[in-house]
């Protein structure tokens, strides 16, 4: 079982050396790294180049994107299997070798993953060390994505490695030119073809709270595009049963979100446009927790808000999925 690490990279000289030295150091050997430079203005690329590695290969393009710099490793990748990687994180030795059991485990899989560690930046103490928990890693298999991102987002970017055939036959996997949701696209869309398996375990290391980072800071007013293409599908498309009643309830979880960032922003009336959207969610608490928001006082809405907030950032050290 051959992987193929796929690592896009722009800008991330401090970091790539690092990143590097976690995927030959897996104890599954059995794989080949690409780094797609996507344009890199820095030392990255040279970096790479000078990688004493045979199994590492360097592949380059012009600026367009981290989901073009991702399908292009797709197109080159010769393993059966395509790990993805972003060029700041990094890889637990026993990373590669716990996908393999994770397939071998439940081989109708196309998609498996590990759980991410979210670990503060650190230059210091970098790359990071964390102790598993003992004993063997419990393999959770998902048939229904969207019901199950509802108790928690699961696979990351970062963690999650797809069978070549299945990427190859979904190709552009990763939509060109959108910063929000576009791993996500394509988990959804491979859920909706075949099981995933996850062994929930902590594997891979994400930098929390990294300047430029492409998954912070994002803010938007209307839903992403891939949340779009979601509700289109289970409207129009090939979902039926309770795979569609879960992804049209996954959506409308999302519209709520969006009904209070507008609270937030002092504007009610995308507030209640939000809510009545998401009526397919009014027997659920938080429609009407929201409801109820948009009669307070937007200064209490904002307290409110922040309050989230730092109780989100001084909450105990989480091991698990990336937030989506």
Known sequence: MKFSVVIPLFNKAPFIACTLASVRAQHWTDFEVIVVDDGSTDEGPAIVAATADARVRLVRQTNAGVSAARN??????????????????????????????????????????????????????????????????????????????????????SSTAVRRTRLLGLQPCFPVGETQGEDLDLWFRLS?????????????????????????GHHVHELPPFLQRLRE??????????????????????????????????????????????????????????ALLCLLPASWSRALQRWREQRSRHAPHLVGPRQA
């Open 72 to 157: 292009r490793g797709i197109a080159e990748a010769r393993g059966e299997w395509v790990a993805f990687l972003d060029a700041d994180d990094w890889l637990h030795p026993n990373y590669l070798a716990t996908l393999v059991q994770v397939q071998e485990a439940c081989p109708e899989a196309d998609t498996v993953a590990t759980d991410l560690a979210f670990i503060p930046h650190d230059e210091q103490h970098w790359p990071p060390a964390w102790t598993l928990p003992p004993g063997p890693a419990s393999i959770e298999v998902i048939t229904c994505l969207p019901s199950r991102w509802m108790q928690g987002p699961t696979l990351s970017s």
């Open 233 to 290: 599908r289970a409207l129009h498309g090939p979902l039926r049963g309770k795979r569609r009643h879960a992804t049209l309830v996954l959506v409308a979880q999302h519209e709520l979100t969006h009904a209070r960032l507008s609270i937030a922003a002092d504007q009610r009336l995308a507030a209640w446009r939000w809510l009545w959207r998401a009526r397919l969610t009014l027997a659920h608490r938080r429609w009407w927790g929201t």
């Open 192 to 216: 909706e073809l075949a099981p995933i398996a996850m062994a929930h375990v902590p594997l891979a290391a994400y930098r929390v709270e990294l300047a430029g980072s492409l998954s912070s």
